[in-house]
Structure formats: structure tokens, C-alpha cells
């Protein structure tokens, strides 16, 4: 088929396999010079991983997602996918690491934008495992050889040895925490000031911290805790193939398509967890009740069903937020989903609905011009969509937030808070001190 499209062919190959643990096998295969894309949320029962690069695409600007489908559409087109393609994670995917910001500085440790396709696959949904291993295929391309190595691959993915992946720990506490950047509570006034002139109604705004420990941090060991610790959350890993990783628990996400069903949610408003049952429920029922925080998400949801009307879609939610309690703080929370309309692809949809006021605010451009001035630390993935799309269209993608990028021996932090007509900054900056102190633990023995 290369040698008759004259182009080379993508060559998936599928295979149903005993139940694995893919960050175990990401473990056993991890290099630090090779990409690598790890997502997990116990709670939704499903874990990928994939690993080594065989396709990758990068883009920046406001158009990037408009360029990643159609990069995905040619490939898809000179594809050949077997096996059963019906289980979930099956067949090729394309994995995502995307900036806050579309145009990303040329030195900055990711692109605007890069999708790959991996060598390898690991995914495990519920009780099905479905090892999957992705080829480049030429006209010129030795297929005996390339066919003895994925039956190889395939052998050691039957009868995996546990015993090969190495327990990765995370670094003792860190020697050195520093505030990256300006004056925080200054910036939210500020930020405050412009929102009484009506420059824009929500702004949020980040800080950055940098740990350094005198061990280099590997993401595996911290995402094996992150997993354990924060079930209802996306932890991931991202590696940039320079050493590099982008790691975190987030509670957020962006979208999910399946079976031409699309599903986001409104998150705003946040209030710690308490100490004993009836606590963490008088503090869950102030947070119901808050004026300030109930405002903050209702702006979320108008912006997410405005962002999405030029769709069409019968849009569904029910009238009042829920409050989601994670490990260490809980929000505010209304699921959103409607049937697609043909010809809308999930892309089209990160597209409109990032970022969301969640993690920039609204309006929209005025608010993001304010973040510029206003946030002295790029963000970089921190706040981005991050996540995957399938060769059915379907896919999923989840915001980077409560997430470091890890470099060696340090790693850069970053926390933010909704800023609206009422909040106070030293509660702001509280509230990004108690995200810091989750993160901070989980990536080391703090």
C-alpha cells in the first residue's frame, strides 16, 4: 500500500493481552530522551500509557487545533488499523501536550502545541487490556524485521515481568522552595481595581514556586503516588523527550467525546476540606451557599454554553452545582453534555472551550491580556489541554492544572485562584497556598 499511495502507511496493530499495569510497563521502557504520555483516573477505571514517538506534529497560534485535525485526518487516511479495533483505547492515538498560551516561547521546555503517535501503547479500561504497537511503514520498509520486533514486543507484553520495573520513589523534602516572580496579593489587587472599571468580570491568577532537592526527581515516582493519593483525579505525565516532564493530579476536564456524546463540566469556587465529617460538611454547605463562589461558576457555565453555540447542540445540565470533595480542598461542580452534531470533531471543541474562565477568565481577551501583564512566569502547559484523541474521533482531554514541570533536581509549581468582584487577596493567596502544600507533598516527602 506505501509503495502504491507512494506515501508511507501508519501500520496499528492491536492485540487484547492479560491485565497489565501500564505505568508499570511505562516504568520497565521509560527513557528520559524519548516522549512519553501517561494518564490515569481511578475513578473512571482507566489508565494509557504510550511511549517512544513513530509520528509527531507540533503548531502554535490561535489556530493550532484546527491545524492538529487535519494533521490527524491525512494521517488517518493512510493508515491500516487491526485487531479489535471495538475495545476502548484500541487502534492508533494521538496524545497531546498543549500550552495555556498558543504561542509559546521559542525556549520554553514544550511547543504551543505537539501531538505524537506512539510506538507503544499500554491502556487498560475496567477489566479490558489492549497492548498496541504503532509502525511507520515505507515502501522501502524491511517488513520481516519490523514484524519480529512487535512479536517480540508482543511476548514480553503476554507474560510481563513486574520484576523489571524498578521502583522509581519520589526525593526526600526539598532543600530550597522559592517564589518565582512578583508580589502576588499586589497582583490580585490590581486585578481587582481593573474588574471595579470593568476591564473584565473574572481573572485568574497564578503563582510559581520552585522546589530544589539534592535528588533528581523521576516523574514515575511521583505519579505512582499522585495515583494513589488523588482517585478522582487525571494524574499524568508528559515527557518532552529533553529530560523534561510535565506532571500532576488534575480535578478538571476540558471534554470527553465517546459515541458521538460530548461531556465538559463547569469547576469554580473552592473551600478547604475539614478535619472531622461535620466540618467538611458545614464547609461543603457554606461553599453551596457562597454568593461569591456561586457567581464565579455561574461565569464558567455561561462561558462554556456561549463558547459552543455556534454548534448548534441541545446542551444538558441541571439547574444547580454539586460540590465535588477532593483529597485536600472541594468546588463547586455542574456536569454539561449533548449528542453531536455531524462533522463536529472533539477538536473543534478544545478549540472554543479553552481556555476556560476556570484557568483564564471572561471576557475572554481582555482577561488574557491581563494575565500577560499581570503573571510574571509564563505558564507554559501549566492550564493547558492536555489529553488524547482516537482514530474514531473520539478522545479526552483534561486541564494541566495542580501540576510541575520537572527538570532534574528541581521543579516549578504553579497554583491559581479565580479572582471576582468581592474576593479578598489574602484569601486568594491562602487558597494557592493550600494547593501548593498538596502538590509540594506529592512530589516529595514533605
Not at 514544550?110 to 487490556?129: E, H, K, N, Y
Not at 458545614?282 to 455556534?310: M, P, Y
Not at 492544572?401 to 497554583?415: E, K, W, Y
Amino acid at each position: 500500500m506505501a509503495k502504491a499511495a507512494g506515501r508511507p502507511q501508519l501500520v496499528s496493530i492491536s492485540l487484547a493481552v492479560e491485565h497489565l499495569d501500564p505505568l508499570a510497563v511505562l516504568e520497565s521502557i521509560f527513557e528520559p530522551n524519548e516522549l512519553h504520555f501517561y494518564a490515569e483516573r481511578p475513578a473512571q477505571g482507566f489508565a494509557v500509557a504510550g511511549a517512544e514517538a513513530v509520528l509527531q506534529f507540533t503548531a502554535s497560534g490561535t489556530n493550532r487545533f484546527v491545524a492538529a485535525r487535519d494533521f490527524i485526518a491525512q494521517v488517518l487516511a493512510d493508515t491500516i488499523a487491526v485487531g479489535p479495533l471495538d475495545e476502548p483505547f484500541a487502534g492508533p492515538h494521538f496524545f497531546f501536550a498543549s500550552a495555556f498560551d498558543p504561542d509559546e516561547a521559542a525556549d520554553a521546555a514544550f511547543p504551543a502545541l505537539r501531538l505524537f503517535v506512539p510506538r507503544w501503547q499500554v491502556a487498560r479500561m475496567g477489566d479490558s487490556t489492549v497492548a498496541v504497537a504503532n509502525l511507520l511503514i515505507t515502501a522501502e520498509a524491511p517488513v520481516e524485521l519490523i514484524a519480529a520486533k512487535v512479536w517480540k514486543a508482543h511476548h514480553k507484553f503476554r507474560a510481563f515481568d513486574y520484576r523489571q520495573a524498578r521502583q522509581k520513589d519520589r526525593p526526600s523534602a526539598p532543600r530550597l522552595i522559592e517564589e518565582v516572580g512578583g508580589d502576588y496579593q499586589r497582583n490580585v489587587a490590581q486585578a481587582l481595581h481593573e474588574i471595579a472599571r470593568g476591564d473584565y468580570r473574572k481573572i485568574v491568577l497564578s503563582r510559581a514556586r520552585r522546589l530544589t532537592t539534592t535528588e533528581e526527581f523521576h516523574p514515575l515516582g511521583v505519579l505512582n503516588h499522585l495515583r494513589q493519593h488523588f482517585p478522582g483525579c487525571y494524574s499524568f505525565s508528559i515527557a518532552n523527550g529533553k529530560g523534561q516532564s510535565f506532571i500532576g493530579a488534575s480535578p478538571e476536564r476540558l471534554v470527553r467525546v465517546a459515541n458521538g456524546r460530548m461531556h465538559t463540566e463547569a469547576l469554580a469556587g473552592s473551600a478547604p476540606r475539614g478535619e472531622s465529617a461535620s466540618e467538611d460538611a458545614a464547609l461543603s454547605r457554606a461553599l453551596l451557599q457562597s454568593e461569591k463562589d456561586l457567581r464565579e461558576h455561574r461565569l464558567v457555565l455561561e462561558s462554556i454554553l456561549r463558547r459552543i453555540a455556534d454548534l448548534n447542540l441541545n446542551v444538558e445540565h441541571a439547574a444547580q452545582p454539586r460540590v465535588l470533595g477532593l483529597a485536600n480542598v472541594q468546588h463547586l461542580f455542574l456536569p454539561v453534555s449533548a449528542n453531536l452534531s455531524a462533522g463536529v470533531h472533539i477538536l473543534d471543541l478544545v478549540g472554543r472551550l479553552h481556555p476556560t474562565p476556570a484557568v483564564g477568565g471572561t471576557p475572554r481577551d481582555p482577561a488574557l491580556a491581563a494575565i500577560k501583564r499581570l503573571e510574571p512566569v509564563a505558564r507554559g502547559l501549566y492550564a493547558g489541554p492536555q489529553g488524547w484523541v482516537d482514530h474514531r474521533g473520539g478522545g479526552e482531554f483534561f486541564v494541566g492544572i495542580r501540576s510541575a514541570l520537572i527538570d532534574g533536581h528541581t521543579a516549578t509549581v504553579h497554583a491559581g485562584a479565580g479572582i471576582v468582584a468581592g474576593s479578598d487577596a489574602e484569601k486568594e493567596f491562602a487558597e494557592t497556598e493550600l494547593k501548593f502544600k498538596a502538590l509540594i507533598g506529592a512530589l516529595t516527602h514533605a
